[in-house]
């Protein structure tokens, strides 16, 4: 197995530290507000990974953080008038109920940043004992970024270049601009902890590392994030933790690619930037999961209303194929789980694979077609495959039929409107049955005619 590693920059073979098991950190949410979809695009690509990863046999071990406490979750619990608890809650479970519409599984544990209070000051001691950290006159923790030699490596860039490249906050009690906190002191009526320098509260940075090593070892495999992370986050992270633990942090870097719309970064100041609970209103969850599957995890992502109508006819294609088989385990030629696993084999490629499973799906609706008795087998592949990737886990007739979107009628008013059409015909009045046939069609519900009778499925008008 291949992964690119964003440290060295190339893929490289996967060889996990301790055989047949793998532990991984990825950055987690802020929760001061709804997950949008660039946070579904970290969900979704690792939860790809980690299923991919168990499905070649390693015991994995899946951590993803929470940060229930920071300068924004200060500043919007105050907006609403609401304890820093009961926003940090109501943001999580909101977090867990979009993940699970998106068929994402949870991480084995989900460490909060206030409860790893005690580790992160152990930690903050460890750097200032080494010379690599300073308590400042008022009372903030300060990291010493010259001190670390390999300061930038994650991003191949020194010191000096970051600082001509990035904003730099304006400190006066920093001994140099480079330099980031670790502990803020406490304002205030401000929540804080008791630490050796005062009341305060970790920094962003400093979290990650204490709860990752706390979790997982002071070396692990492999640690994610979305592409914003690079810098500075886990430049700094790299920095803290080899300081304080004098060992190798992370052999493997992963991170997803940005999400973008209509071709532009998401941003609330273009208003084009979409919640997670705004996009499900209206599209089917597999839908937009299949839209971030269907990139390479490592590739950018356009999110436009065409895009997410591509993605639909995508998984038409294979559930049309499913739809009216019993999968049962037999007999398939391996050639295409073979595809398959050669394309995730080599960096977690899900365009490839997929294109594997659309090939599997041609010989099923041949075989539908020619030979039903190896249907129900290549049905079983077809699940099975997909089910690595986290798709073709609904009924095919529910699909079809648009459960998971916003119908624009409800289901009983279709079949009214199908008996109006049916009896329309019997009497020969072709044309009223033409124009609800049309006026359904302009509506996204596409009739089918069969002996059987008429069936319907819902095609989003695009």
């Known amino acids: 197995m291949q992964i690119y590693n964003t440290l060295t920059r190339r893929k490289e073979e996967f060889v996990p530290l301790e055989p047949g098991k793998v532990r991984m950190y990825v950055c987690g949410m802020t929760v001061y507000d709804y997950c949008h979809l660039g946070h579904a695009r970290v969900m979704v690509a690792f939860d790809v990974i980690t299923r991919y990863l168990r499905a070649r046999g390693y015991d994995v071990t899946y951590i993803r953080n929470i940060t229930d406490i920071d300068d924004k979750i200060l500043k919007r619990a105050e907006e609403n008038g609401e304890t820093i608890s009961r926003l940090t809650e109501r943001m999580i479970d909101a977090m867990h109920a979009d993940e699970a519409r998106l068929f994402v599984k949870r991480p084995d544990h989900e460490p909060r940043a206030t409860g790893h209070v005690a580790e992160i000051v152990a930690m903050i001691e460890t750097l200032i004992a080494k010379g690599f950290a300073y308590s400042a006159e008022n009372g903030d923790v300060y990291y010493r970024v010259r001190k670390f030699s390999d300061y930038g490596k994650l991003n191949n860039r020194d010191p000096d270049e970051m600082r001509s490249g990035a904003r730099v906050e304006v400190d006066e009690h920093k001994e140099d601009p480079l330099d980031f906190v670790l502990w803020k002191a406490a304002k205030p009526g401000e929540a804080s902890w008791p630490s050796p320098w005062g009341e305060g509260r970790p920094g962003w940075h400093i979290e990650c590392s204490a709860m990752s090593t706390c979790c997982l070892g002071e070396t692990f495999d492999i640690h994610g994030g979305g592409p914003d992370l690079t810098f500075p986050h886990h430049e700094n992270e790299i920095a803290q933790s080899e300081a304080a633990t004098g060992k190798r942090y992370v052999n493997t870097w992963m991170h997803a690619g940005a999400v973008r719309v209509n071709h532009e970064k998401m941003s609330k100041s273009l208003g084009n930037f979409f919640t997670i609970r705004d996009v499900l209103e209206v599209h089917d969850p597999e839908v937009v999961r299949y839209l971030l599957v269907a990139s390479h995890y490592r590739s950018p992502i356009n999110y436009a209303p065409d895009s997410l109508g591509e993605s639909r006819k995508s998984l038409e294609r294979f559930y049309t194929a499913l739809e009216g088989v019993e999968p049962s385990a037999g007999d398939v030629d391996p050639v295409y789980a073979e595809r398959f696993m050669t394309a995730m084999d080599d960096d977690f490629n899900t365009p490839v694979a997929l294109a594997a499973l659309?090939?599997?799906?041609?010989?099923?609706?041949?075989?539908?077609?020619?030979?039903?008795?190896?249907?129900?087998?290549?049905?079983?592949e077809l699940k099975r495959l997909g089910e690595y990737l986290g798709l073709f886990g609904q009924m095919p007739s529910a699909f079809l039929r648009g459960s998971g979107e916003a119908l624009p009628m409800s289901e009983s008013e279709i079949e009214e409107c199908i008996a109006q059409r049916a009896e329309a015909k019997k009497s020969k009045d072709f044309a009223s049955a033409d124009r609800i046939r049309d006026e359904l069609e302009a509506q996204g519900i596409i009739l089918k005619d069969s002996r059987e009778g008429t069936t319907w499925v819902f095609d989003r008008p695009r």
């Open 358 to 380: 659309f090939d599997l799906t041609r010989e099923l609706n041949r075989a539908r077609k020619e030979a039903p008795e190896r249907a129900p087998a290549m049905a079983f």
